[in-house]
């Protein structure tokens, strides 16, 4: 059975501070792409950040310069390291793995919201 589980969503001032966190179970971590997805109210679910197997990573415009993704494939876990944070990133942030056969997976989202 497939879990990602996360935790780290919280209230927090602009121009503060949050890490979120993904733990994994059920699959092959260590060659799947993990993957941080937010929605804000009535918009898309967007991309944040990803981190390849093998480190590569990519980040949404928005958020250049102030996320940091990283992975841990001893702890089957991902991280989302949130700085400068602006009321603009207030959303539901979800973790997301995809394997090398395309298959996606979604945790259950975690909450951030960012006041002025």
């Known amino acids: 059975q497939v879990q990602l589980v996360e935790s780290g969503g919280g209230l927090v001032q602009a121009g503060g501070s949050l890490r979120l966190s993904c733990a994994a179970s059920?699959?092959?971590?260590?060659?799947?792409?993990m993957g941080w997805y937010r929605q804000a109210p009535g918009k898309q679910r967007e991309l944040v950040a990803d981190?390849?197997?093998?480190?590569?990573?990519n980040y949404a415009d928005s958020v250049k310069g102030r996320f940091t993704i990283s992975r841990d494939n001893a702890k089957n876990t991902v991280y989302l390291q949130m700085n400068s944070l602006q009321p603009e990133d207030t959303a539901v942030y979800y973790c997301?793995?995809?394997?090398?056969?395309?298959?996606?997976?979604w945790g259950q989202g975690t909450q951030v919201t960012v006041s002025s």
């Open positions: 981190i390849r197997s093998g480190g590569k990573t």
């Open positions: 059920g699959i092959i971590f260590s060659i799947s792409i």
């Open positions: 997301n793995s995809k394997d090398p056969w395309g298959v996606n997976y």
